[in-house]
């Protein structure tokens, strides 16, 4: 199918095309860009949905505010950007959906920049013929098109103006077997090249795990769970339906995605590792020893750990992090009062350090709630978020101490992607 800017936009005029709409709708929202989301395919099926109804004037940031996220009607779109934000996922998300489905789709959705009304494309019948040979150049005008190696012996025709073409066409085409064997050629120097560039390539997010994974022992993961004012150990008569719903028999949803990112990263560099929760771990499992801590205040091996850094957590109703330079900053917090519904936005650390205590290095992931803890550990698992860090760290990050404070939008009880408000290097 042709790219969708090569298609005019389209409006379904027929209840045979808007079921044609709805067709490819119901197709994007089962993809896997969509069916692992909640608010994501709510805002794409409801302004798909209106714009098939002919309610295009409906499209505007605070009715879908109201109508899609359940905000209040008055609620402030300059401080709670929730639909600007999950605009901006869904647009990535569609184009990530018509890389791979574009030659299937008959119809073509998309959001435009600065718009909540989708635009609608539709393949225009006889475009592209199946079988049509005509539209498959041959076999000679594909080897004109290729940028040969010196030496090969290939000819190209280039076209002078007031020249007859047929003086300067080649007069024998290339055969079959020299148009295969120069095409392997490519693609040999093509992957040659390709695998020289990933081995030089820099891997940012092993750049901020290197101290970890230098280590020959199975690095230790200590887990935040249940309530930190809870009475340790249980009683040995504890009866097992008990300790089960027991606060330390508790990972959070969030805290188990974190873990799952972290071991998926070790994994992948084939290091062993070791779990254990945090009321279960004691000084001498940490001594000499490489381990990553999850979780913020239902953990407090991290809230000991920090303590002494420059970004600390402060407990509390209206808990936040302090930067210690900077002790009237109270942007970073979270009003642990409120309905968790209303929560909009949350915050975490990342801090990656020698820890003088434990001689071990440290690596901790710790949100102030469970969306910031989400966020973190997205965030130390892709390239794309650590290039953040190279841009506000000093260079050399890479070998220094290193801690940042995240954020991240909370929508629909998901937590966004995140993003990096603060970061030193000691």
């Known amino acids: 199918m042709k790219p969708k800017d090569e298609l005019p936009v389209w409006t379904p005029e027929t209840d045979s095309d808007r079921r044609l709409v709805k067709k490819e709708l119901d197709a994007i929202l089962a993809s896997p860009h969509f069916s692992n989301s909640r608010r994501y395919p709510a805002l794409l099926r409801y302004v798909v949905e209106k714009c098939l109804d002919g309610q295009t004037d409906h499209l505007k940031e605070r009715t879908l505010g109201v109508e899609v996220f359940g905000r209040v009607p008055d609620y402030d779109t300059s401080t709670d950007p929730v639909v600007r934000f999950s605009a901006g996922e ?7 959906y018509y890389q791979g489905a574009a030659d299937e789709s ?3 959705i998309s959001l435009p920049l600065g718009s909540y009304t989708p635009e609608l494309r539709k393949k225009l019948v006889g475009s592209e013929p199946a079988n049509d040979q005509s539209s498959v150049p041959l076999p000679s005008e594909k080897a004109d098109c290729m940028e040969l190696p010196a030496g090969s012996g ?5 076209e002078l103006p007031g020249t007859d073409r047929a003086q300067i066409l080649p007069k024998k085409r290339p055969s079959p077997a020299f148009i295969v064997s120069t095409g392997l050629l490519l693609a040999l120097i093509s992957l040659g090249a390709y695998s020289l560039y990933r081995v030089g390539a820099p891997n940012r997010e092993e750049q901020l795990w290197k101290p970890l994974l230098q280590t020959q022992n199975p690095i230790l993961i200590v887990v935040g769970s249940g309530s930190l004012s809870a009475v340790f150990p249980e009683p ?4 097992l339906s008990t300790h089960m719903i027991g606060p330390y028999h508790h990972i959070s949803v969030s805290s188990a995605i974190a873990l799952s990112r972290v071991t998926g990263m070790l994994q992948k560099r084939s290091k062993t590792y070791i779990i254990k929760e945090a009321p279960l771990t004691s000084v001498t499992d940490l001594r000499q020893q490489s381990a990553v801590f999850i979780g913020g205040l239902n953990n407090a091996w991290t809230l000991r750990l920090t303590k002494n850094l420059r970004y600390q957590f402060v407990e509390g109703p209206q808990a936040r992090i302090k930067d ?3 002790p009237n900053n109270t942007a970073w917090s979270v009003d642990f009062s409120k309905p968790y519904t209303s929560i909009s936005t949350d915050y975490g650390i990342i801090a990656r350090y020698h ?5 071990g290095d440290v690596l901790i992931l710790a949100g102030l709630g469970p969306y910031g803890t989400e966020a973190v550990s997205e965030f ?3 390239p794309l978020y650590i290039k953040q860090v190279e841009q506000m760290v000093p260079a050399g990050f890479k070998n220094a101490n290193v801690e940042m404070v995240i954020s991240t939008e909370v929508i629909s009880g998901e937590a966004g992607a995140p ?3 603060a970061a030193y290097a000691f």
């Not at 040995?236 to 009866?239: L, S, V």
């Open 324 to 326: 210690t330079k900077d």
């Open 106 to 108: 008959e119809i073509q």
């Open 419 to 421: 993003r990096l408000v």
């Open 90 to 96: 869904v647009r990535k998300r569609l184009a990530q």
């Open 236 to 239: 040995p008569e504890t009866p």
């Open 380 to 382: 130390v698992s892709s």
């Open 154 to 158: 290939a000819s190209h025709a280039v």
């Open 355 to 359: 820890d003088q205590s434990t001689n």
